[in-house]
């Protein structure tokens, strides 16, 4: 259970295992990283909701196809997000300050945040995300690459809690307005899962209501 709840929280986010000598198709290596981390943390730091559609695609190394879940996604500054999926199950996840609510299967579960190290992590690690500072968190090493129209942060665990969920986390962001296209959650037994966001709204009109349990 907490695999999956960690793997949710991970999304709004809006990590290498990869050498320095990784290369991606199609990108290339930002050649001024110190510049690029503060505009990327200004341009992030301004956006202050989304709104947005995601699809999830989940691959398992013991299966031979690809899981494809959707739902709707809501972020609002501060530390409020919102995940519902819609299909093929309905699961919902509110996490409002230091407090989680789940619904699943018709099961009502809270949880404070507070009382579990991993959560707190994880909710520092969003947080990050979300401001645009996840660049100079000590809970990762990260490389950046840049093609014509996104960003590629590739995010590499640092802390050993971290390295049993996952090997890498690759964050894909819009160049035009800093907000996260997708990200890919490598973990590492080589379960794979993707998630990309579609039709966002940034900074549009979004009430507490929408966070509340």
Known sequence: MVNKIFFILMVCCVCSFHSMAQTYPGYKVVGDLPAFKKTFAKASGEINSIAADFVQEKTLVALTETITS??????????KVRMDYVSPFVYKMIMNG???????????????VRSNKLFQQV????????????????????QVFENESTYLL??????????????????????KD????SIE???PGGDMTIITL??????GPLKDEVFSF
Not at 154 to 159: E, G
Not at 178 to 181: E, L
Not at 198 to 203: D, I, V, Y
């Open 178 to 181: 800093n907000s996260p296209r």
């Open 70 to 79: 959707k739902g709707k996604l809501w972020f609002k500054r501060d530390n």
């Open 123 to 142: 909710n520092r690690i969003m947080i990050d995300c979300m401001q645009g500072t996840i660049l100079e968190s000590n809970d990762f090493t990260t």
């Open 154 to 175: 590739v995010l590499t665990p640092a802390s050993k809690n971290l390295k049993q969920f996952f090997q890498a986390i690759l964050l894909t962001v819009e160049k």
């Open 198 to 203: 579609s039709n966002k709204t940034l900074n």
């Open 98 to 112: 230091d407090k989680m609510f789940i619904l699943d299967d018709q099961k009502e579960t809270q949880v404070n």
């Open 185 to 187: 959650l490598k973990e």
